[in-house]
């Protein structure tokens, strides 16, 4: 069985396999987020491309988005696209889950994750941004010396993450399991980048590092898991841990398995910090390009917010900050594409997808159709005033995926970030180091290959 999409404007398939050398020669001259644009840009909105042995899919248009997504989704799940993810690093939990094994899983930690769900972590969110202003205002504030964004972000992120997931303080707990989660995300993404892969049985240096970063996480989490065990459920913190341990799944009566509670545990760590540093970063780099938008941000603060740190409902009267926030969600998505695996033979504008199909769905090109988004490499908060919102096609917009398969942690994800621009932009004024422009490309996820050095001063 197959499902069509119907669409207006007529658009055709077009193939597109570039030489190696073309390949190399082009993704050093340009990064290969850049040669992926590129790409988009000459061949349209629907490429099968053809890199080596491997071929894909590069689905862009938000029709397209909504069709792989949402209307033929039963056609599409996480294939083999992330195999590696699977057996590298996140195991079987949420993000890596598919067919009934994701829909139980969904079932059981979606109430968690609700708007008014994440609003139980709030007063997390305050107290790790207000140890960060108190950090930022003794170590570097007016010092002259720049600091990378990138990382004073995952600190904090990855603090937040400790704190709602496990109830572990930060310090030198901190610093290890953030820093072995790093060292596993970033031999992933560069052993998925390589054209010849190297076997996780060979002894080279990253292997080792891999490993090493592996079983330190995996036994920090095993060990926790058995010390709460250990007591009495009613001494059990009030955390995303304990959630996950103790809610029965309604349909099977059944509670979530001992593995998946490390690989979910795993994958909240993982998942859910790195993504919000970034987006973290990316913000005071796009506001230090935009005194505008920063001194439009400074009065809504300095007009609803008094010196000390946010209420939920005065963060409800902030909404050019959230436009901020959606903004730097369009230009710079944590990730800039994401894949669905064609699972049954399936048809897109008239084009036969085979079942095994490795389909690429490029959110950040489609961020930047010009179909749908008006001059779209400008930054332009007001693109989310609620009447310019509503009248923009619903899938033009996905930097967490869409559909059912959208990121379970998107409104934590969101709410933290509301949280910590506020509350950051209120005090402090961060520009780049002089003379410094950022080269963005992908990293697995997006980043700065000369990093994001900036200067933190007070406001």
């Known amino acids: 069985m197959t499902t069509s999409l119907s669409i207006d404007r007529p658009r055709t398939l077009t193939e597109y396999a570039p030489s190696t050398l073309e390949l ?76 009934e094994d994701w829909r139980r899983q969904r079932r059981l930690m979606a109430p968690f994750f609700t708007p008014r769900g994440v609003e139980k972590f709030f007063p997390i969110f305050i107290s790790d941004t207000q140890k960060l202003i108190e950090h930022w205002q003794t170590q570097h504030q007016g010092s002259g010396r720049p600091v990378e964004m990138l990382d004073e972000m995952m600190q904090v992120t990855a603090a937040v993450i400790l704190h709602s997931v496990f109830s572990t303080d930060s310090g030198d707990t901190l610093m290890r399991v953030k820093n072995s989660i790093e060292t596993m995300v970033s031999h992933i993404s560069n052993k998925q980048m390589r054209p010849i892969q190297v076997p996780m049985w060979v002894p080279t240096p990253g292997n080792l590092r891999f490993n090493r970063a592996k079983k330190l996480v995996t036994a920090y989490i095993q060990e926790l898991i058995a010390r709460r065990r250990a007591l009495p459920t009613e001494q059990w913190p009030d955390d995303l841990l304990t959630k996950m341990m103790t809610t029965k799944d309604e349909e099977s009566g059944t509670f979530m398995a001992e593995q998946l509670l490390v690989d979910n545990g795993l994958t909240m760590f993982a998942a859910g910090h790195e993504t919000t540093a970034r987006t973290l970063s990316f913000l005071w780099y796009a506001l230090s390009q935009n005194p505008e938008v920063e ?98 096609h619903a899938h033009a917009y996905h930097p967490f995926a869409i559909g059912p398969r959208i990121c379970l942690g998107n409104n934590f994800s969101l709410l933290e970030t509301h949280v910590m621009a506020a509350m950051l932009a209120r005090r402090f004024k961060l520009r780049m180091k002089p003379g410094h422009v950022p080269r963005f490309d992908m990293f697995g996820t997006l980043g700065s290959a000369n990093g994001l050095p900036m200067l933190i001063d007070a406001r």
């Open 295 to 392: 001194q439009r941000l400074h009065a809504e603060l300095d007009s609803v917010l008094g010196d000390g740190p946010p209420t939920i409902n005065e963060l409800k009267r902030l909404p050019y900050t959230l436009q901020v926030v959606k903004e730097v969600l369009r230009l710079y998505p944590a990730a800039p594409m994401y894949a669905r695996d064609a699972v049954a033979d399936d048809e897109l504008d008239g084009i036969r997808i085979p079942a095994g199909t490795r389909t690429i769905v490029f959110s950040y090109a489609t961020h930047r159709h010009p179909e749908f988004w008006e001059d779209p490499e400008r930054f332009d908060p007001d693109r989310w005033l609620p009447e310019r919102e509503a009248a923009r």
């Open 24 to 99: 190399i020669t082009a993704t050093r001259r340009e990064g290969f987020l850049g040669w992926m644009m590129s790409t988009w840009r000459k061949h349209g909105d629907l490429i099968r491309l053809q890199m080596g042995s491997k071929s894909l899919l590069l689905v862009t248009h938000p029709d397209h988005v909504r069709h792989v997504n949402v209307t033929g989704r039963e056609h599409y799940d996480k294939g083999e696209s992330y195999d590696s993810l699977r057996e590298l690093l996140l195991g079987h939990g949420i993000v890596t889950a598919t067919g």
